[in-house]
């Protein structure tokens, strides 16, 4: 018998914005300082956290940033020496990264109007989110992405998480940042592994959103292998613009229901990252992820010849591969068992109907799926003809 009904119902409503900036300690450079002024009464409290890869190859960032909060200090009162956790995927398998975190926010007395701004990776940017996050329920975290994935996508939005063993982003929250401010020169201390590997996500977003930005990948691709500044400044803020607009706009940004659009080519990049413990970086794993799920796209009738070779074209002139060796070991269903299990409820993967137009399917026919995955390993021994047609005209758009 029910005795009573108390209904409760609030929005509250999130703002922030992704700044791209070059230079952002240079003293009189206002943007970091203008962003917490913001906030109220000045000055405010900033802890620093540190990606270890940051921190080796800008061995001066320490002190340009002490020095750049000295120049503000009607603004920013700095809040001792930056916390550096480990850089990569190693930050998200232990919590130990976290504890650091909570200690430092502890012994500096940082509290939930105080700021954090962390400088890093996706992976850094992940783990620290959540345990900004978490610390006193919250604190008001800036984020200083340091990759370009973590510029394009990874920095931008509003999930973070750690790992939970073996499982990708098993833990983590929903939690908006304050700010996110994308500074290009952090990014000229990239491996080249790093500098390619965000730009998988911009032609997976480009893929399921915005056709005339693929047909930019498509003609750009070399520009973009070779990481020609330009190319890779509008190709970074042209997929985080996509990727904020889908969070405001799909009416779901905290992902309440299974449909996943952006996680287009996810389900076996997740699973590869796993099979490999993290040897493939995450973007390595999303382009043959998107080139797996475009395949089966293709083999359902959706795209033409001629898009499944431009996608094919696009990842592997960016210089990516699109077949690891682990992939023989999926297990098709498995993996899409436990997307689904991630996802909750239902199976929910985002395919193509046509370049630029990703729609959601519940079922996922696992033979035709493992055909594709054996597509890749075609395509890797250097049989693109045989896995497409033979047409007269694919040769010639694959020779573009
Ligand atoms: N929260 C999200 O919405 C979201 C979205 C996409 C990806 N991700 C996560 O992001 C992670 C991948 O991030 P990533 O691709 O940025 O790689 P990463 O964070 O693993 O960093 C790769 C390497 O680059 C180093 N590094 C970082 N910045 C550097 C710099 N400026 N100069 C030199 N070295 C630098 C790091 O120390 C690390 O060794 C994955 O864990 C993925 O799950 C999260
Ligand atoms: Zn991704």
Same mark, same amino acid.
């Given at each position: 018998?029910?005795?009573?009904?108390?209904?409760?119902?609030?929005?509250?409503?999130?703002?922030?914005?992704?700044?791209?900036?070059?230079?952002?300690?240079?003293?009189?450079?206002?943007?970091?300082?203008?962003?917490?002024?913001?906030?109220?009464? /000045?000055?405010?409290?900033?802890?620093?956290?540190?990606?270890?890869?940051?921190?080796?190859?800008?061995?001066?960032?320490?002190?340009?940033?002490?020095?750049?909060?000295?120049?503000?200090?009607?603004?920013?009162?700095?809040?001792?020496?930056?916390?550096?956790?480990?850089?990569?995927?190693? /930050?998200?398998?232990?919590?130990?990264?976290?504890?650091?975190?909570?200690?430092?926010?502890?012994?500096?007395?940082?509290?939930?109007?105080?700021?954090?701004?962390?400088?890093?990776?996706?992976?850094?940017?992940?783990?620290?989110?959540?345990?900004?996050?978490?610390?006193?329920?919250?604190?008001?975290?800036?984020?200083?992405?340091?990759?370009?994935?973590?510029?394009?996508?990874?920095?931008?939005?509003?999930?973070?998480?750690?790992?939970?063993?073996?499982?990708?982003?098993?833990?983590?929250?929903?939690?908006?940042?304050?700010?996110?401010?994308?500074?290009?020169?952090?990014?000229?201390?990239?491996?080249?592994?790093?500098?390619?590997?965000?730009?998988?996500?911009?032609?997976?977003?480009?893929?399921?959103?915005?056709?005339?930005?693929?047909?930019?990948?498509?003609?750009?691709?070399?520009?973009?292998?070779?990481?020609?500044?330009?190319?890779?400044?509008?190709?970074?803020?042209? /997929?985080?613009?996509?990727?904020?607009?889908?969070?405001?706009?799909?009416?779901?940004?905290?992902?309440?229901?299974?449909?996943?659009?952006?996680?287009?080519?996810?389900?076996?990049?997740?699973?590869?990252?796993?099979?490999?413990?993290?040897?493939?970086?995450?973007?390595?794993?999303?382009?043959?992820?998107?080139?797996?799920?475009?395949?089966?796209?293709?083999?359902?009738?959706?795209?033409?010849?001629?898009?499944?070779?431009?996608?094919?074209?696009?990842?592997?002139?960016?210089?990516?591969?699109?077949?690891?060796?682990?992939?023989?070991?999926?297990?098709?269903?498995?993996?899409?068992?436990?997307?689904?299990?991630?996802?909750?409820?239902?199976?929910?993967?985002?395919?193509?109907?046509?370049?630029?137009?990703?729609?959601?399917?519940?079922?996922?026919?696992?033979?035709?799926?493992?055909? /594709?995955?054996?597509?890749?390993?075609?395509?890797?021994?250097?049989?693109?003809?045989?896995?497409?047609?033979?047409?007269?005209?694919?040769?010639?758009?694959?020779?573009?």
């Amino acid at each position: 018998m029910q005795l009573k009904e108390l209904r409760q119902s609030f929005a509250v409503t999130y703002d922030y914005s992704v700044y791209f900036a070059d230079g952002v300690f240079t003293p009189d450079n206002p943007l970091l300082r203008d962003v917490l002024s913001r906030a109220g009464e /000045c000055p405010h409290r900033l802890m620093i956290v540190l990606d270890s890869g940051v921190a080796e190859h800008h061995p001066r960032l320490g002190d340009q940033i002490q020095a750049y909060c000295e120049h503000h200090a009607d603004a920013i009162a700095l809040s001792g020496e930056p916390l550096i956790v480990k850089g990569g995927e190693v /930050c998200k398998l232990a919590p130990l990264e976290v504890q650091q975190f909570y200690d430092k926010v502890a012994e500096e007395a940082i509290c939930r109007h105080s700021f954090v701004l962390v400088i890093g990776g996706g992976a850094v940017l992940d783990a620290m989110g959540f345990a900004a996050a978490t610390a006193h329920r919250g604190v008001k975290l800036i984020r200083m992405p340091s990759t370009v994935l973590a510029q394009n996508d990874a920095g931008v939005g509003v999930k973070n998480a750690i790992n939970h063993g073996q499982r990708k982003n098993f833990v983590g929250t929903f939690a908006p940042p304050y700010a996110v401010i994308n500074d290009v020169q952090l990014l000229s201390t990239l491996d080249p592994r790093d500098q390619r590997a965000g730009i998988s996500e911009a032609v997976k977003v480009a893929l399921v959103k915005d056709a005339e930005f693929f047909q930019y990948l498509y003609r750009s691709r070399h520009a973009l292998g070779q990481f020609q500044p330009i190319a890779m400044q509008h190709m970074i803020q042209r /997929c985080a613009e996509l990727h904020l607009a889908h969070i405001a706009n799909n009416g779901d940004p905290f992902e309440q229901g299974s449909a996943r659009p952006l996680d287009f080519g996810h389900w076996a990049a997740h699973k590869l990252e796993e099979l490999t413990h993290a040897a493939v970086r995450h973007g390595e794993a999303v382009a043959i992820g998107v080139m797996l799920d475009s395949l089966y796209s293709w083999r359902l009738g959706q795209l033409s010849d001629n898009d499944i070779a431009a996608i094919y074209a696009t990842l592997t002139d960016m210089g990516f591969a699109v077949y690891h060796y682990e992939m023989a070991a999926m297990d098709v269903a498995g993996a899409l068992e436990e997307f689904r299990a991630h996802l909750g409820g239902e199976l929910c993967i985002t395919l193509l109907d046509d370049i630029g137009v990703g729609r959601e399917y519940a079922t996922i026919d696992t033979d035709l799926m493992q055909a /594709c995955v054996d597509d890749l390993a075609r395509l890797h021994a250097g049989e693109a003809q045989s896995v497409f047609a033979s047409s007269a005209q694919l040769e010639l758009s694959l020779a573009v």
